[in-house]
């Protein structure tokens, strides 16, 4: 199956990045990474999530990269960044290594951007939080539809009593090793009712069935069993950069208590927003609502203007 499955049309294909490197991690990993926008503007750096890719954040990219300098990356084993070999190559530590990484490549001495992370990519920011090389990069920070622990016990994908029998099976489903095979009409519906709201447009359906789909099987599963053992509670409370956190409510893979319990945690909580109905999907789902908190972000902490984004935005 292709590494690269991204809808070639519309609003959620992914455009063509103004230049592409490789950032290497401590432990020689190499990762894929677009540069999107004018190299002198603001920085947004954007983590994607488990089973995902760039393409993930296409609406994003296309929304700001007009007025910012927008950075995306693979991570390993995702899209076009080669899978770690070993253990010790699945772990928070190394995504927290590959995201100091990226910003060591891509940002200038003294440089800070807006990083946001989904689901995984949110994770990855949690796990490098305490790190000062994050520390200097971070001038505020989004994690969208993620959490910090029990992310297999408070899943909803089984729609059972909570207990030990819903855990065991919900782990065993998200951390199968069957292939997932072409996207067919079944395929949307399974993926649609895990992951995404009710509500879902077709398009929208069919942009992530398409990316998640082509994330191999092996990384798949190899990264479902970091996510299921996932303690990352302590680093939460070190999070000290201003942080807004967004969730869904009809979110069955991270239910929004995992976004309220954050907000509660985060020492700089600058927001929680909850976007009614819908999943776990959201910078697809509701790409305008995420995109505006990320505008938002950039406005307060790196000194974007409204004016400059409303001027802009009219450009075509």
Request: net charge neutral; proline share 6%; glycine share 10%.
């Amino acid at each position: 199956m292709s590494r690269l499955m991204h809808v070639v049309s519309g609003p959620y294909a992914p455009p063509v990045a103004r230049r592409e490197l490789v950032a290497v991690s401590a432990d020689g990993a190499r990762l894929h990474v677009e540069v999107h926008g004018d190299e002198d503007a603001p920085a947004v750096v954007l983590a994607h999530g488990w089973t995902c890719s760039t393409a993930f954040w296409a609406a994003q990219i296309r929304a700001l990269a007009a007025t910012h300098r927008v950075v995306a990356y693979d991570q390993r084993g995702h899209g076009r960044s080669p899978a770690a070999a070993g253990a010790a190559g699945h772990s928070t530590t190394a995504l927290a290594d590959d995201l100091v990484a990226v910003l060591e490549a891509t940002l200038v001495p003294g440089e800070r951007a807006v990083v946001a992370g989904h689901s995984m990519g949110g994770m990855t920011i949690m796990a490098a939080a305490g790190r000062p090389e994050f520390a200097e990069r971070a001038a505020a920070v989004l994690l969208c539809s993620t959490g910090s622990s029990r992310l297999v016990s408070e899943a909803l994908v089984l729609p059972v009593r909570a207990g030990r029998v819903r855990t065991r099976v919900t782990g065993a489903v998200l951390g199968s090793r069957a292939p997932l095979g072409p996207v067919t009409p079944v395929a949307r519906k399974v993926l649609k009712y895990a992951t995404m709201g009710p509500g879902s447009a077709p398009d929208k359906v069919e942009a992530c069935a398409r990316i998640v789909h082509a994330c191999p099987t092996g990384v798949r599963h190899a990264w479902s069993q970091v996510l299921a053992g996932l303690d990352l509670d302590a680093d939460v409370a070190r999070l000290t950069v201003p942080t807004a956190v967004i969730g869904g409510t009809a979110d069955r893979l991270t239910p929004i208590v995992h976004a309220r319990g954050l907000a509660a945690a985060l020492p700089n909580c600058v927001g929680l927003t909850e976007l009614t109905g819908m999943g776990h999907m959201t910078p697809v789902e509701a790409p305008e609502a995420v995109t505006g908190v990320l505008r938002e972000l950039a406005g307060l902490y790196l000194g974007t203007t409204d004016l400059d984004t409303t001027v802009k935005e009219k450009t075509p």
